[in-house]
Nanobody, 115 residues
Framework: QVQLVESGGGLVQPGGSLRLSCVAA????????LNWYRQAPGNQREFLAG???????HVVDSVKGRFTISRDDAKKTVYLQMNNLKPEDTALYYC?????????WGQGTQVTVSS
């Protein structure tokens, strides 16, 4: 059974930083594509960044320059480094793993940016 567990969220002031982690179990992690999404109240889930098995990564323009995605296959972990956080970054952040026809989601970690 595949499990994804996110952590690292919390309350941070505008301009601050957080690093989110997502640990996978039950998955051939090294050949999986890993993505980060977020969903704010009343909004649709929004794709933020993805990283492939050969470390090819993509970050959407809206957060490019502030957010960075990386992976550590030995730890079966994908990270989202978030810098210069803004109140509009407040959301529930999810990781997603894609492997073959399988699509797996974590439960999310809350990020709140407020002074």
């Amino acid at each position: 059974q595949v499990q994804l567990v996110e952590s690292g969220g919390g309350l941070v002031q505008p301009g601050g930083s957080l690093r989110l982690s997502c640990v996978a179990a039950g998955l051939t992690f090294s050949i999986s594509t890993l993505n980060w999404y977020r969903q704010a109240p009343g909004n649709q889930r929004e794709f933020l960044a993805g990283i492939g098995s050969i470390n090819n990564s993509h970050v959407v323009d809206s957060v490019k320059g502030r957010f960075t995605i990386s992976r550590d296959d030995a730890k079966k972990t994908v990270y989202l480094q978030m810098n210069n956080l803004k109140p509009e970054d407040t959301a529930l952040y999810y990781c997603q793993a894609l492997r073959g026809s399988g699509e797996y989601w974590g439960q999310g970690t809350q990020v709140t940016v407020s002074s």
